[in-house]
């Protein structure tokens, strides 16, 4: 039987659902109307429970969900139209999707259906509407949250940021929280207003929607309650930080990727931050990828003097020396070599700290979640076909496909009394819960950073209107440098800065925001949007700071508070996807008098959403390395000696020193004749550690050549042959390295202090304490005598100078701390290496568990061995870890351990390839 709808019933309910899309648009920034949420979604469910039939109605649903996409999310459409087209008609397919879950849940219920000729039925399920409603709305939202790797935009709980003692429940529910707090109250408005219609006024009186009310009444108190009391707490909590400074360029994407506009951008940063350090600020930070090049040491080395990569890192270190530290997004890239060629292998979206000695920090931080289509081409592996059709439809005339970062990244800043963590979120990670989370808690359960930094490029997202005098069509780097030209922000920009607000609040961690064209803007812990600051000249209300220029500096609140969110994460999410998921599936497929065409037609839609999320989890990674004469062997030796032979002949010259370091640690006299013709390198650390090694082994064949090296024009290669020439038995040429201990030159002074230690002659050691006096102010040639003296087994140099390096911020100083107990070798030293494989810092450990492995105490083994199980590519954030834990296997041995060497053998670094094989080389000379 048919239903009695009336013609008009469907223009009713396409105008509820009209007046659902206005109010949903209108409770989010711009115009931030957050009251207008709390019925944003009553027309639509009251047309949901309409006499309009289900499939009509699900159509007038999507057609007007696909129109409120298109207009409040036109902001994707400037930078990849066919991807707004396509990803709006994905995201209008939840209305329809709702529509059918309601109508199936009050069909198996008790609430009338009047879609339905015949009455509802009489038995079913006693869930409250109510419920049922908001757990279904939360349940759509928790999916869009999911599929293509997420997109939660313009969600219920979002339009709530502006009402801190509301969403104060986020740092337990996590946003979906506040989600299901506004449902929740759509849907007993549209409990009672479909009990007034049915039966009048006095159905308000019905114990069931008393109880309801009271439900409502009693969740809404006790979060209003909640909210200020973590509020009333939040003093005792918070101590101030230290002073961060933000830059806020303003600059359209179309000149920012020109490369003759990545100098100008610079000097214009530059100056702004200037004016941050001298308003106090201990850090500076500067947006995404504004510098306009790969930074990483591992890259810049291979740069010619005169291109922008080495000269861009240089004007930053030299920048920030004696001034703060400077935060800045740029790219990274991995290289291999294939013959004497570096080859790009991988390419980042990535975060360095430059600190105020004028080095970089060698951490960096890797964007972990990157964007479909916008930082990598998905269905690379998953779909192929369909991977070469898109990068045939996209914009670009290349590959423009990044890497995934693995890592975590926690920076440490020490400021006075303090060491200060801080993590960093890379553009639309402030959207991601998930990332957000892991970056501020620990594995331990402890929280791992004092405040976040979100550094973001939204020129993608604004309009450029060039001066009419502009060259280039207005778009070349003179219209930056004049300021010329006019921007228009979109709505992208003020959404996402109310979006940041929940990862504060879930958290409770403040973020201070640096973000091209805008809104540059520090959050506290509490989700609050702090307008003004200490010094600067943006607006001074946050909101504002769109499409303006300028810079500001404040102090930064650090929370100590770990959340109910942080250890547990998502949970509702889950819980309310799952529902909603249950409840589409047997709405959709689980009733026999749905029509097979229509199942078949979801079906279709699912599996393609499937795949579409499937394509989007492909990441692309490093493929293996050509290495010159490595071809099949029989065993892990024989490809050890392998890579050592091609080591030894690298272009490369670090690859060629770390070579011969692992003849010279392996002792392999049989690589002797290719090891020695290195006296004559042109490379003097190259020469150096050459010498070492013709020494150590013994090396006679190359004594006319060692001889040569006393007249080296560089005098560390002197001192090196010198060392070399008395381990062979002409003890005359160690007053030459003593002397050098007064040498002008530190670094000579450095590495005489290193060779007497490797002399063994316990006489010197009142001579290298003498270098730790305070007459030398080199801080090489202090840490070279603390390992010096370990060698030569003082145990006073234990708690006096080992213990403080392992205590110390700064992870260099913690290896060194361990390499010095473990040249030490007593039981408290080995105890004290024992304590460091806690240590927060993976290398670190790795590193530990390595030197145990040399004093024979093989505890860090299933550390180790957990590592290798889960090595990341090789990249520069991960390539200490990777070489440590290569390292380690030949220190420590075992089968389990063993086994992993054949891949890193193959591996794509150079550096893991040679700790490996320096591991295979160890392992066979001990077995028999």
């Not at 293509?148 to 946003?175: C, K, N």
């Not at 931080?365 to 076909?385: A, C, T, V, W």
Request: proline share 7%.
């Amino acid at each position: 039987m048919g239903t009695t709808e009336k013609p008009q019933g469907r223009i009713g309910a396409a105008g509820l659902c009209t007046v659902s899309a206005v109010i949903l648009t209108v409770i989010h920034p711009p115009f931030s109307l957050g009251y207008l949420a709390w019925v944003a979604f009553v027309p639509f469910v009251l047309a949901v429970f309409s006499p309009v039939p289900t499939y009509p109605l699900a159509w007038i649903a999507y057609g007007i969900a696909l129109v409120y996409w298109l207009a409040n999310a036109y902001w994707i459409g400037f930078v990849a139209p066919p991807a707004y087209v396509l990803f709006c008609l994905y995201l209008a397919m939840y209305w329809p999707l709702l529509v059918v879950g309601l109508r199936f849940c009050a069909e198996h219920t008790r609430v009338p259906c009047p879609w339905r000729s015949e009455a509802g039925p009489r038995r079913g399920v006693p869930v409250p509407l109510f419920l049922t409603i908001a757990l279904l709305i939360v349940g759509a939202e928790a999916w869009q949250g999911i599929i293509l790797t997420g997109f939660e935009w313009r969600l219920l709980g979002q339009s709530q940021y502006a009402y801190p003692q509301l969403i104060q429940i986020a740092d337990v529910f996590g946003h979906w929280g506040v989600s299901l707090l506004v449902a929740l109250v759509n849907g007993l408005i549209v409990q009672l207003a479909l009990a007034v219609r049915r039966t009048g006024p006095r159905a308000l009186a019905a114990p069931a929607h008393l109880a309801a009310v009271g439900v409502a009444a009693v969740l809404l108190a006790g979060t209003w309650v909640y909210g200020g009391w973590r509020i009333a707490q939040t003093p005792a909590c918070v101590r101030p930080g230290p002073r961060i400074g933000s830059v806020q360029p303003n600059i359209p994407s179309q000149i920012k990727e020109l490369s003759e506009a990545a100098e100008p951008i610079v000097q214009d940063l530059i100056t702004r931050s200037t004016s941050c350090y001298e308003a106090g600020a201990d850090l500076v930070i500067w947006p995404e990828t504004i510098v306009l090049t790969a930074l990483n040491p591992g890259y810049v080395s291979h740069c010619r003097p005169d291109t922008a990569p080495v000269q861009l890192d240089a004007l930053l270190r030299d920048f920030v020396k004696d001034q703060g530290y400077l935060l800045t997004g740029a790219h990274g890239v991995d290289l291999h070599f294939e013959g004497v060629e570096p080859v790009v292998t991988n390419r980042y979206n990535s975060a360095y700290l430059y600190r105020p000695d004028g080095t970089q920090d060698p951490r960096r931080y890797d964007k972990i979640h990157l964007i479909p289509f916008g930082e990598y081409i998905p269905f690379r592996k998953s779909i192929p076909p369909l991977y070469h059709l898109v990068v045939q439809l996209s914009p670009y005339d290349y590959d423009y496909h990044l890497t995934a970062g693995r890592e975590y990244t926690v920076f440490e800043m020490p400021t006075g009394e303090h060491a200060w963590r801080f993590g960093v979120l890379i553009c639309y990670e402030d959207t991601d819960t998930e990332v957000t989370r892991r970056i501020v808690l620990g594995k331990d359960g402890r929280k791992r950073v004092d405040w976040l930094a979100n550094i973001s490029n939204d020129g993608w997202y604004v309009r450029y209107e060039p001066p009419a005098a502009a060259t280039d069509d207005g778009f070349g780097p003179e219209g930056y440098r004049l300021n010329q030209g006019r921007i228009l922000p979109s709505t992208e920009l003020a959404q996402r800065t109310a979006i940041a607000v929940f990862r504060a609040v879930e958290n409770r961690v403040a973020i201070i925001r640096s973000v091209n064209t805008g809104i540059s803007c520090l959050i506290d812990s509490l989700g609050r949007i702090h307008d003004g600051y200490a010094a600067g000249d943006l607006p001074h209300e946050a909101m504002k700071r769109q499409g303006v220029a300028g810079w500001f500096v404040d102090t930064i609140p650090a929370d100590r508070r770990v959340t109910v969110f942080s250890r547990v994460g998502p949970w509702l999410k889950w819980l309310c996807a799952a529902v909603f998921a249950g409840v589409i599936g047997v709405g959709l497929f689980g009733r026999e008098e749905r029509r097979m065409r229509v199942k078949l037609f979801w079906a279709a839609v699912l599996v393609l959403l499937g795949a579409v999320t499937a394509g989007c989890t492909d990441q692309q990674r490093a493929g293996g390395p050509v290495i010159p004469g490595l071809g099949p062997a029989e065993t892990s030796q024989e490809r050890a000696l392998e890579v050592v032979r091609w080591g030894l002949t690298h272009e490369n010259s670090y690859v060629r020193t770390a070579a011969l370091q692992v003849v010279l640690t392996a002792k392999r006299r049989d690589l002797m004749p290719i090891a020695a013709r290195l006296l004559e390198d042109k490379v003097a650390p190259v020469r150096f550690v050459a010498a070492l090694a013709v020494g150590e082994l013994e090396y006679y064949t190359a004594s006319s050549l060692l001889n040569a090296r006393l007249k080296d024009p560089d005098p560390s290669v002197r001192l090196a042959a010198a060392y070399a020439l008395a381990r062979q038995g002409q003890r005359e040429h160690i007053a030459t390295i003593r002397e050098s201990l007064k040498d002008t030159n530190p670094k000579v002074r450095a590495n005489a202090v290193m060779l007497l230690g490797k002399l063994g002659d316990a006489s010197d050691i009142r001579r290298l304490y003498q270098r730790l006096g305070a007459d030398e102010s080199d801080s090489r040639v202090r840490l070279q005598a603390v390992l010096a003296i370990a060698h030569l087994k003082d145990p006073n140099i234990y708690r006096e100078k080992l213990w403080p390096l392992l205590i110390s911020v700064y992870p260099d100083d913690r290896v060194v701390g361990i390499e010095g107990m473990a040249a030490l070798g007593t039981s408290d030293a080995r105890n004290a290496i024992l304590t460091m494989l806690d240590d927060d810092l993976i290398e670190v450990r790795l590193f530990a568990a390595g030197q145990l492995g040399r004093l024979g105490d093989p505890t860090g083994r299933e550390l180790v061995q957990a590592y290798l199980e889960r090595m990341p590519p090789t990249r520069e954030q991960t390539l200490t870890a990777n070489e440590h834990a290569a390292m380690a296997v030949g220190y420590i041995g075992g089968q389990t351990l063993e086994r992993h060497l054949p891949a890193l053998l193959r591996d794509d670094s150079p550096m893991v390839r040679l700790a490996a094989a320096q591991s295979a080389l160890l392992l066979a000379g001990k077995r028999p």
